[in-house]
């Protein structure tokens, strides 16, 4: 077991400041940790959280959120003894609880962050050890199967750590943005580790899944309008936009369904209506592409059929013919969205959208006037990404210019 520090935080600080204060009366408050996990003294020494004039010594609360905002200042390359320092303090802090005064948003808010950087090194374990042992696998092992010690228990116990401090803080737009984070990642971390014969049905049951982390987005969105408190509202304009990002592009791992679709549209939709300014319009074609990737991603296996069709003699035509009509819906679908993204400050994203018309173009019939029309401005786009520097597509354009 790893060892544990002899002292609290309000203890190590007390135990500090009366060393510091024999040394130089003018010093600033050092705060000296011992966190979970550090195998000598010699490390136990390195490891000091600097706490600032502001910040009130005795707090152990402060002292807390100063510990997890060295850990995500410093290198987070493993697990390091910080982010282990910062679950044994949120453990030590918990069972200390008084139920007159309990633990405040920025607690439950830091234990669950805190966990969830947890899942995150759990599942790079628990990819190298799927790659490592794929080819000695057998039929009836999985051994991309979440462990009990690995992402899916991690982001769980998130999960749960954040619904306990709902419970206590209700409608926290801090909580319920990171409850909707930590559903996202469930999602994504889902679909990672299901088998391939599993994945229709494990898509169908994280369709409820993101639309409960929907709801909860939907939700602090609202409670942060009707608040007063300005820096309340600067503190989250960020989470907003990771939370939006996430909840569009774990959409493209949910495969050919068709439900999900109105979770996403809505969610758009309710953001689009609320924020006119620059700012939000920016995350409003952020969303845009991550609906257009989306319907790109479900069109996908229809157009890999079509090809594996045109090279197959005996494949019928009517399995073709229906394969090319859900095709071209979704790609008309998702040139629609990915168009409402296109910006000059991303030159890079005219290739998608040229790539995304051309794909559209060899579904309508060849030499027809709707097929035309995507190739000339997908052509149209290439060249504007050449003249922006993204690259040349010389025989690309030429190829196109030839079937029309």
């Known amino acids: 077991m790893a060892l544990k520090r002899q002292l609290g935080l309000k203890k190590a600080t007390k135990a500090k400041k009366q060393k510091t204060s024999a040394d130089d009366a003018t010093s600033k408050p050092v705060n000296t940790v011992t966190p979970e996990g550090l195998a000598s003294e010699e490390q136990q020494d390195q490891i000091t959280i600097e706490l600032g004039e502001d910040i009130d010594a005795e707090d152990e609360i402060s002292q807390l959120v100063a510990l997890y905002d060295t850990w995500k200042k410093s290198p987070q390359e493993s697990p390091k003894p910080l982010l282990f320092g910062v679950i044994h303090e949120c453990d030590r802090l918990l069972r200390n609880e008084d139920a007159k005064s309990p633990l405040p948003v920025g607690f439950h808010n ?27 696998q057998d039929k009836d092992q999985d051994v991309s199967k979440p462990k009990e010690d690995t992402s899916d228990a991690f982001i769980k116990a998130a999960i749960e750590r954040v619904t306990l401090g709902l419970e206590k803080h209700k409608n926290s737009p801090v909580l319920l943005l990171t409850k909707a984070k930590a559903k996202v990642a469930l ?13 229709y049905q494990t898509a169908k049951a994280a369709v409820s899944i993101l639309s409960d982390a929907v709801k909860d987005y939907e939700t602090a969105e609202k409670t942060i309008e ?62 845009n592409r991550g609906l257009g990737e989306f319907y790109l991603a479900k069109a996908y296996p229809f157009l890999a059929a079509i090809e594996g069709d045109d090279d197959d003699e005996e494949g019928e035509e009517e399995d073709t013919a229906e394969q090319t009509t ?11 969205y990915l168009l409402k993204a296109e910006s000059e400050a991303d030159p890079d994203f005219y290739v998608v959208i040229a790539e995304a018309q051309i794909s559209l173009g060899n579904l309508h019939d060849s030499d027809s006037e709707d097929q035309k029309a995507l190739y000339s401005e997908a052509i149209a786009r290439l ?5 922006a520097g993204v690259g040349r597509f010389d025989e690309l354009i030429a190829e196109l210019e030839d079937d029309m």
């Open 110 to 136: 830091i234990y669950a962050l805190s966990l969830l950087d947890m899942a995150e090194f759990a599942e790079k374990s628990a990819e190298k050890v799927s790659k490592k042992n794929k080819k000695k």
């Open 187 to 199: 999602v994504d971390d889902m679909m990672k580790f299901c088998a391939s014969d599993a994945r």
């Open 226 to 287: 009707a608040s007063s408190d300005s820096q309340f509202r600067d503190l989250i304009d960020e989470k907003q936009l990771d939370t939006v990002k996430n909840i569009l592009e774990i959409s493209e791992a949910l495969g050919a369904l068709e439900e999900e679709e109105e979770e996403e549209e809505e969610a758009l939709d309710s953001y689009q209506s609320d924020n006119n300014n620059e700012e939000s319009q920016a995350i409003v074609r952020m969303a």
């Open 326 to 336: 859900q095709a071209k819906a979704l790609m008309e679908k998702s040139v629609e």
């Open 383 to 387: 060249h504007k990404a050449e003249r």
